[in-house]
């Protein structure tokens, strides 16, 4: 492969694969050997799949073949020959599922989860499965199963998590595009620490995204992408649409046209609200660094630039927060089957919100959820005014490995968590709220590492905010290379 090939988007290697221009073995084979080159030093891939994803090339371009000789290639899937791969979350028929955790059994998944079956059925080619942090709890990807995920940018930092393992996959080139899930800023926050966008949809767009372990219904997937534009590739697969597809069948739905479609316009002038107030600081030291601040400033520039009215928002949340979202966050994993013999296996913070998840009433947790209801109310309340919302992604730089854990010092699961909420204090708000939000980089540091917005729009707004990071994303050339 020419390094020509090595630098296509998602969408430009989709076209190569519609054309001919390119197999799906050339594609796939490509990212293995990255994946083979790469990975022992970045640890994005827990388990990889090359003997099956060779085999599903093969098919795949057999079905082209068959597709050019009797002139149908237009019937081809959306995604026909795109590698892709999935968090050590998502069950991949015949390959283990860690949850990142040593705590249990690791058999083979008997069949496909249902983010996989949809990219599977979209024509997308599984290559393995990425690293997470045990059960997606944290905003770090590290766990007893293998070695952490570490930021492409610098070996030595954190690639964030919980789909950390796919950001970092991602942003080293190893795959084009990949889907992660987000139940409290599991896309946004490894996209942000990666320098790339990472689209969280709104409440129910994509249905296979959700968890049944949710009661608070946090959990969403969506796209992890090195621009705007592959993340609205991937997003539409989500959803079963090809650019124009809609068009011509007359879908009927919150956005009728295909998201890579809608990136061909423009927004209308927009109220954009920027805001630093976070549910977290009444209960932990939310300080944004200089980097932070700086992105933020650069995005409301561009924007404002662009003719978006930008300007201060004051928003005020209840203080009551923090323990109600936490009960929440944490319930399903009080509730895992995992033997007494095997629980000493549990990472330390794992232990911990497991232990208060099982000492924790029913109504204890129904008062928590009875009460994230009545915050989501009041904070789309005073999002209203404003078209979209504009903050930090993270309010530090990237952290290195073991920052969160304590590998370099003695932790406590409270340290442990109050770093990650001091380190992301925007995130969990918005899964609470289901609104759709995307993570775009808006600058890099001196040390070659990557600072991001966030920003946060009403329902059905994940065009428009596919717009925006089309606007604001770095161009791909100011990217630095693995090494």
Known sequence: MDDGVARLSARGLRDALRTGELSARDAVGHCLEAIEASNRRLGAFVTVTAEAALEAAAAADETHAAARRNGTLDTLPALHGVPTAFKDLHDIAGVP?????????????????????????????????????????????????????????????????????????????????????????????????????????????????????????????GPLARSAEDAALLLDALLGRSASSDRRAGHSGRHSASYLDALQGEPRRLRIGVTLSSPWEQRYRVAPEPEALA????????????????????????????????????????????????????????????????QRSRAKLDEALAFLRRFERDTVAQYRPWDVML????????????????????????????????????????????????????????????MGVQLVGPMGSEALLLQLARLLEEPASTRREIG
Not at 295 to 314: F, K, Q, S
Not at 332 to 339: F, Q
Not at 395 to 406: E, K, L, N, V
Request: proline share 9%; hydrophobic share 40%; net charge neutral.
């Open 391 to 450: 903050m930090p992604a993270l309010a530090q730089t990237p952290r290195p490995i073991g920052w969160f854990s304590g590998q370099e010092w003695e932790a406590t699961a409270d340290h442990d968590y109050a770093r990650q909420c001091e380190f992301a204090p925007w995130s969990s708000m918005v899964n609470v709220c289901g609104l759709p939000a995307v993570s775009v980089p808006t600058l890099w540091t001196g040390l070659g590492v990557p």
């Open 97 to 221: 599922t860690t949850h990142g955790s040593a705590a249990i059994d690791h058999p083979p998944a008997s069949s496909d989860g249902p983010v996989v079956a949809l990219l599977r059925a979209a024509g997308m080619i599984s290559l393995g499965k990425t690293q997470v942090p045990e059960f997606g709890l944290t905003a770090y990807s590290e766990n007893r199963v293998a070695g952490p995920s570490r930021n492409p940018h610098a070996l030595a930092l954190s690639s964030g998590g919980s789909s950390g393992g796919s950001a970092a996959a991602v942003a080293a080139g190893l795959i084009p595009v990949a889907p992660g899930s987000d139940g409290g800023g599991s896309i946004r926050i490894p996209a942000a620490a990666c320098g790339l966008v990472g689209l969280k949809p709104g409440r129910g767009l994509i249905p296979a995204g959700e968890s049944t372990g949710d009661p608070a219904r946090l959990v969403v997937s």
């Open 295 to 358: 992105a933020l400033d650069a995005a409301a520039e561009r924007l404002a630039a662009a003719g978006h009215l930008v300007a201060e928002a004051e928003i005020r949340y209840d203080n009551r927060y923090p323990d109600a979202f936490t009960a929440a966050w944490t319930a399903g994993v009080g509730s895992l089957r995992i033997r007494p013999e095997r629980e000493p296996l549990l990472t330390p913070l794992t232990r911990a919100f497991r232990r208060r998840a099982q």
